[in-house]
């Protein structure tokens, strides 16, 4: 596979032994943490998630994160040019005959340190020249062009498609997707930016967290399967848990947000520096409630 020339410079870091891409990474991630302006962000919604922790264990889990963050993405570099058979090994998934059965599934892929790493990892389960993309991500456009060229590259090497859901007809395109026995990719913890397809309901230390009913929508329209899919740095490489989330079709939006944060939010406590923590998660709220990131 030819990698175009700007991402060469990632390509060759991504060739780094694994111990010395996590050593570097630690730096890079220390280096991030002093010169980031999300750290702050971060603080809060840690604040927000774990109030019955001291300040110096949500430094210390801060800490934590922004080093895993910087090796993750020499992770991710060194997956721009990794065969199949090292990528099998590499990152490891559990349940993986989800995959294998020929129904829609959507894939409720939270926020946790190795998502792209484990999205790349599923679509390669796809047997060579297939002749319609299995997988389709649905993501959001990345604010740099540079980092948008870098992540639809990495997606799309296994020929997984993109949708973005700045997209007028995203929804569809999804829809569309599961209705061909396709799997979708999707990650449904971040703010939704609007009021539209939303619900208030718990997650982490935030009783009224505005989540989407997008993907309770999707799975009663296409009948689709819904597994949660979580992917989490290892000493090794990385592993992807897939969970199913059986009698999904209920009719209640509110039940079906509530259910999938419950579940996301029992791996985070589990793990919380590998959970992503500086986006404004929590920055949409009920009309009438302060603004959380004052």
Known sequence: MTIPMSLLPLALLGRLPLCCRRLLGKILGDLARIFVGRQRIAQRNLELAFPELTPRARRDILRQHFRLLGATLLDEC??????????????????????????????????????????VRISATVPEGASLPRYLFHHRPMHSQFWDIFYQRLRGRWQAAGV?????????LCARHLQKEGCLFYLPD?????????????????AQTATTTVIGRLAALTGSRVALCVATMTPQGYEVRLEPVEDFLIANATANATRINQLIERHVRAQPAQYYWLHRRF????????????
Not at 283 to 294: C, I, N, Q
Request: glycine residues 8%.
């Open 283 to 294: 920055k949409t709220h009920p009309v009438g409630e302060r603004h959380r990131y004052d």
């Open 78 to 119: 060194a997956l721009l040019t990794m065969s199949k058979e090292r990528l099998r090994q590499f990152v490891t998934i559990a349940q993986e005959g989800e995959l294998s059965q020929s129904s829609s599934l959507i894939l409720v892929a939270p926020h946790f340190v190795g998502v792209s790493v484990g999205g």
């Open 164 to 172: 973005a859901a700045t997209q007028t007809n995203a929804m569809w």
């Open 190 to 206: 971040t703010d939704p930016k609007t009021r539209k397809s939303t619900v208030f309901v718990p997650f982490l230390g935030v």
